[in-house]
């Protein structure tokens, strides 16, 4: 099939992509030249494993195509995805003006059937509003305003992942409309997804609304879990419990479920923070409160700071003289992402509070180095205090604390002797529990995690031991004894 992808953001660059590797014909779409350039000389501009050799793999095949020229990327596809961004506005709610642009566009060009995909989040009702958009262009223009039809078809792919949800997807939500063109393009994205579908049927089919609804509360469901578990993580500080064995035990109720189950720093990236946001003022526009969604979105911002609030107790409130090691920048391992990442909350307090930091993460640092620079726009002398390192050991040189921020496999198994000879205090916060407690206590170290303890032995177990081996020497006797008397025979 032709297709073509409006956008070449991280959704739309991945949707085009897969498409592609399954044997499509794909024109990707994007208003930033040098972008473009990019990825015709075999680059990508954002960081996902798997992506780039599919990229270059297609392009090779000649079943991709990247361009800045709009009438011709909307006649190429017979199935036009929109995959701009929806980043939030200053209420909280989705910026719908990249997307209802998109679809003016494809209206003043269009000259065939389209099928109109909306793969951006968006908000419910957008489907409606971008009918109405095209519909106004093709009146505009003397044609038909029913030559086309608006599909919703959310995307469900997690950063770092992308390229295994999209091939192997968990469900294919498709929304369409009740008439004869959204029969039509309902058979149409049918078609594109058949592949998809070879071993078991993954497809949901439902109205637009419900489509578009559906993106937003199993985000909304995924960050509430993290929130709880954040929340039951701060709990178990207090009482000296351990969240890793909570999470287990109630993990392990097939009603509930081990994912998304961690406790942290807080969730960031494009997705959960902007969502949540958007689906509480989705509800208020309509009249709603949702209570438990405004909850979570506090929790989370509580959270990112959990690990400033430890350094203070460890530490104070002035913390100038002190240097702090950070591993993990991005708001998630194996991506770049710096969106919302709880790395620039910690980075921007503990710098507001006089601290050094040295920060090492293997992907992120050009687009941290970017946010944070826009973080500390009012107050860019401090930014003298922040250094970026290639080598994790480099960074941690003479730091007073190591603070791990992202979970990275890289981070998991470092030489800690060499790691604690590098620290001028051995100290770790974990801010992602990736740590045993008792095998960091065990090699020397300080260790400060979220809701985690390490185990200790009970005071009575010493004595417990004793008493069973006076009991074991007791029988042994009475065996002995008896043996000997001839009540018992070998």
């Not at 909280?92 to 998109?102: F, I, K, M, N, R």
């Not at 506090?298 to 959270?303: A, D, F, G, L, T």
């Amino acid at each position: 099939m032709k297709i073509t992808v409006i956008g070449t953001g991280y959704v739309g660059l991945v949707t085009g992509a897969c498409l592609a590797e399954q044997g499509n014909h794909v024109f990707c779409l994007d208003l930033n030249q040098e972008k473009i350039d990019i990825l015709n000389a075999g680059g990508v501009p954002i960081y996902e494993p798997g992506l780039k050799e599919i990229i270059e793999r297609n392009l090779a095949y000649g079943r991709l195509i990247f361009s800045t020229d709009v009438s011709a990327a909307v006649a190429y596809g017979d199935i036009q995805f929109i995959a701009v961004g929806t980043p939030p506005s200053e209420d909280g709610s989705a910026d719908l003006s990249y997307v209802l642009e998109a679809a003016r566009q494809i209206g003043r060009h269009m000259n065939r059937f389209k099928v109109v995909v909306n793969k951006s989040t968006v908000p419910v009702g957008t489907a409606d509003k971008v009918t109405e958009v095209i519909a106004q262009e093709l009146l505009n223009r003397s044609l038909p305003s029913e030559n086309f039809s608006v599909i919703s078809n959310p995307e469900f792919l997690k950063e770092g992942a992308a390229i295994e949800d999209f091939m192997r997807p968990d469900r294919i939500v498709i929304g369409s409309q009740a008439n004869a063109a959204g029969f039509a393009a309902k058979e149409m994205m049918r078609q594109l997804y058949a592949p998809f579908n070879r071993h078991h049927e993954r497809t949901y089919y439902m109205d637009v609304r419900s489509a578009e609804l559906t993106k937003y509360a199993a985000n909304a469901m995924l960050a509430t879990r993290i929130s709880f578990m954040n929340e039951i993580a701060n709990l178990a500080d207090v009482l000296g419990a351990d969240i890793e064995s909570v999470r287990q035990g109630i993990g392990s109720d097939t009603r509930i479920g081990y994912s998304f189950l961690y406790a942290g720093t807080g969730y960031g990236g494009s997705c959960f923070p902007k969502d949540v946001s958007a689906l509480a003022k989705i509800a208020e526009h309509h009249g709603q409160e949702l209570k438990l969604i405004k909850a979570v979105e506090e929790v989370n911002e509580y959270q990112k700071n959990i690990l400033v609030k430890k350094i203070i107790n460890r530490y104070g409130k002035d913390l100038a003289g002190k240097t702090f090691c950070l591993w993990g920048l991005a708001f998630k391992p194996n991506t770049d992402d710096m969106r919302e990442a709880p790395s620039r909350v910690v980075i921007r307090n503990l710098l507001m509070r006089g601290a050094q930091i040295k920060a090492h993460d293997p992907v992120a640092m050009h687009e941290a180095r970017l946010a944070i620079n826009g973080d500390m726009s009012d107050c860019t002398e401090l930014l003298e205090d922040l250094s970026f390192h290639e080598d994790p050991l480099d960074a941690a040189q003479g730091a007073d604390a190591l603070l791990i921020m992202t979970e990275w496999k890289s981070f998991r198994s470092p030489d800690f002797h060499t790691l604690k000879q590098a620290l001028a205090a051995p100290v770790i916060f974990d801010g992602r529990n990736i740590y045993d407690p008792q095998l960091i206590i065990d090699q020397g170290f300080e260790y400060e995690g979220i809701g985690r303890k390490a185990f200790q032995e009970p005071s009575y177990l010493p004595e417990l031991f004793i008493l069973k081996n006076q009991i074991m020497n007791q029988a042994s006797q009475i065996v002995s004894d008896a043996a000997s008397g001839g009540l018992i025979q070998h």
